[in-house]
């Protein structure tokens, strides 16, 4: 979660088997849980490959989505995500629908899964295991979290202005911690660095005081198992690797102790122990996704420590690195005045892609957004934009279409949040009766949620829904080698048109026109499996266009066994969103494809000229 929030005054400091289609081989991995609208190609595992995610089929994978969600870290619904199934499976769809998603990070409770020391309540994980499977049947993705935030909600008196999660009361007694108080904070996340208890208590796990990280390791790996055995084949195909521990940090460091040598010493020595959980748990062909010290990417240089799991080696296809990023002088209200710009996190997010290639694995950043109301929401629009942007490619839009070449991997990500319940809660904070929460979160003043129920019960987009459905690569056949999508989201009133068509394309600039685009340059693998794009729902199949060197075309039609080179087929699940399909028959070649639904039915001599500037401008630069 954000570190920083406004306290008082006006500062906010998927398939093998019976779907083959004709022509093509079914997969020979074990897949996903068998939604509809399932392909042959959909559904195989992930793995690490290369620095990057990829599929059974050899495709480069994408994932991106949502937090799912908050409520966990409250007891309204016993730390559960959601308070029933059906309010689960409403959510993927919506998610799949609405918010354009393919995964979610879904965040679990050490506090509800091992509530007395050493037992491990199986109906806890029964409830979480069933809810998992409303978006592994919706074909969404899902990787686990053992979410924490300032340790343990148990560790907070019942009229303090603060709340934590994570760790049961159990644990927090363990330590028989002083009384918590941070003393002048304006800011939530403060209590990390200044609540004598909070830290104690982190302290504590890291050296296994009172056998905390034992105990911990020992409920992650029943967790682990029990997963394994009560979701389907399929089902866990559709797991794709699990995150030991949200946010970790020192609490204190020991004399002559550096926020390097900690991670080398402390945290990771913890995630090879928890890596070696997952092996015994049945899970030893999915990765870790492992954080780093919480303050290694902090953009206020006061806050920022030296980390990033510099002395883990190479990470390989066992771990994931995986990281957060809020805008914590934008979440200050006073380090930065105005909002973002083009380009505003490019270097940020550069940042954790040369980290990651580095350590020889794929990147995550699993965390992201900003505050929806509050001093400092106006942000909000911009900011967003900008991490998306960051998010898709290393450059900013000005300097995109100069320079493709060096645009880097598309990098996956998981938005803070999404959460049904927003605005709607009734938490009871640090169980004081006389202080019920039911505003945003309902969780230490935060409001992040990026969609709430409206009076009939229907899922409703808090933010605009051109920033939040994007086009995105979601598997690549082979490598990409540059992405960007204009999205033309609103600052209220206000389109942002952060990359537009270079004049030197006059006939490309004449077709995206004010719509929306994404234009993908890859060099294609070995595999048949085509190259998707996910389609948001602004891009409907009649005013969708196509340039590519696979073809030109307006409108183009269903994906079929026959397999034409530019198709538009459902994704699985059901939930009525949609993919583009991209199929080349080479090997190490250069492709492009834009898309866009800028015009209505464009004349085949305007399609043929945005391709040949397309085609000259994508040899030059690759």
């Not at 091992?114 to 309540?121: F, L, S």
């Not at 049961?168 to 800011?187: I, N, R, T």
Request: proline share 6%; with cysteine; net charge negative.
């Amino acid at each position: 979660m954000p570190n920083f929030r406004v306290r008082v005054l006006v500062v906010l400091v998927v398939l093998s088997g019976f779907l083959a289609v004709a022509g093509f081989p079914p997969a020979t991995a074990a897949t996903l849980a068998q939604p509809s609208d399932s392909l042959w190609f959909d559904g195989a595992p992930l793995t690490v490959q290369g620095g990057r995610f990829t599929d059974g089929q050899g495709r480069e994978i994408v994932l991106r989505g949502y937090n799912v969600s908050g409520e966990t870290k409250l007891e309204e619904n016993g730390g559960l995500p959601f308070a029933s199934v059906a309010d689960a499976e409403k959510s993927a769809t919506a998610l799949r629908a609405l918010g354009g998603g393919n995964t979610v990070r879904l965040l679990l409770s050490w506090a509800h899964a091992e509530p007395v020391r050493g037992q491990v309540d199986t109906g806890y994980l029964a409830a979480v295991t069933a809810q998992m499977r409303a978006f592994l049947d919706a074909g969404i993705r899902v990787f686990p979290d053992f979410h924490q935030d300032l340790y343990s909600r148990y560790l907070f008196n019942t009229g303090s202005w603060y709340t934590g999660d994570g760790a049961p009361k159990w644990a927090a007694d363990a330590g028989s911690y002083p009384a918590e108080s941070c003393g002048v904070c304006l800011f939530w996340g403060q209590n990390i660095t200044q609540n004598a208890a909070v830290r104690q208590a982190q302290y504590d796990l890291w050296h296994n005081a009172h056998g905390l990280q034992d105990a911990f390791l020992a409920t992650a790996r029943t967790t682990m198992a029990y997963l394994q055995q009560h979701l389907s084949g399929p089902e866990f195909a559709g797991i794709a690797g699990f995150d030991p521990y949200n946010e970790p940090y020192a609490g204190s460091y020991d004399s002559g102790q550096t926020s390097r040598t900690w991670e080398k010493d402390l945290l990771w020595p913890f995630y090879e122990r928890f890596r070696a959980r997952m092996d015994a748990a049945g899970w030893q062909d999915k990765p870790a996704f492992v954080e780093p010290n919480l303050f290694w990417n902090a953009n206020i240089s006061t806050q920022r420590q030296e980390g990033g799991l510099l002395d883990a080696g190479n990470l390989g296809p066992d771990y994931v690195f995986d990281t957060h990023f809020y805008d914590q002088k934008a979440i200050s209200g006073i380090l930065m005045w105005g909002k973002a710009a083009d380009g505003q996190y490019a270097a940020d997010f550069a940042t954790v892609r040369d980290r990651a290639s580095a350590a020889g694995t794929a990147a995550v950043v699993s965390e992201f957004g900003h505050p929806l109301s509050g001093t400092v929401s106006d942000k909000a629009p911009t900011v967003d934009k900008a991490m998306y942007q960051a998010l898709d490619s290393r450059l900013a839009g000005a300097s995109w279409w100069s320079n493709p070449s060096a645009s880097g991997p598309v990098l996956s990500g998981t938005q803070w949040q999404w959460d049904l319940y927003s605005g709607r809660h009734h938490e009871l904070m640090n169980g004081n009766p006389g202080k019920v929460l039911t505003s945003g979160d309902a969780w230490n003043d935060e409001d992040l949620s990026a969609v709430r129920l409206d009076d009939s019960g229907n899922v409703t987009l808090r933010q605009d829904a051109r920033l939040l459905d994007r086009l995105y690569p979601s598997a690549t056949a082979g490598t990409a080698l540059a992405f960007t999508y204009e999205d033309r989201s609103r600052d209220g009133s206000t389109t942002l048109t952060w990359n537009p068509v270079p004049g030197s394309l006059p006939n490309v600039a004449r077709l995206v026109g004010s719509g929306q685009y994404g234009l993908l340059v890859w060099r294609s693998g070995d595999g048949t499996a085509p190259t998707e794009l996910h389609l948001p729902a602004s891009f409907p199949a009649a005013s969708t266009t196509v340039v590519s060197d696979l073809g030109a075309l307006g409108a183009p039609p269903a994906y079929t066994g026959a397999a034409p080179p530019v198709a538009v087929a459902p994704e699985p699940g059901g939930t009525g969103s949609r993919r583009l399909l991209l199929t080349d028959t080479d090997s190490g070649a250069l492709h492009y494809a834009l898309v866009t639904n800028g015009a209505t039915a464009p004349s085949a001599g305007l399609l043929t000229a945005a391709r040949s500037e397309l085609g000259a401008w994508a040899a030059a630069h690759f």
